[in-house]
């Protein structure tokens, strides 16, 4: 099974039809550094990191100080004239 979550590439073409050669030329070497300088496609999250993101999420709540409430957030209250 592979781990690589880059998608498959999609062709795309570019009709440049009737543009002087200069251009097409200039376009090409704007796509050729594009991809040079593409960032890493994002991965998707693995089990452990979301196992990760939960157990930091947890701690940060338990973290958080107690507040007592009396408030009566019950059904029955919500609806009370």
Do not use: C, H, N
Not at 32 to 43: F, G, Q, S, T, V
Not at 54 to 62: K, L, T
């Amino acid at each position: 099974m592979s781990t690589d979550t880059t998608p498959p590439p999609t062709p795309v073409l570019l009709d440049l039809t009737g543009l002087p050669e200069g251009f097409v030329r200039y376009v090409q070497q704007l796509v050729r550094e594009a991809r040079e300088k593409r960032a890493p496609y994002p991965r998707s999250p693995t089990q452990a990191d979301l196992e990760r993101w939960s157990a930091e999420f947890r701690a940060w709540i338990a973290s958080l100080p107690v507040r007592p409430t009396t408030m009566d957030d019950s059904r029955e209250s919500m609806y009370e004239g």
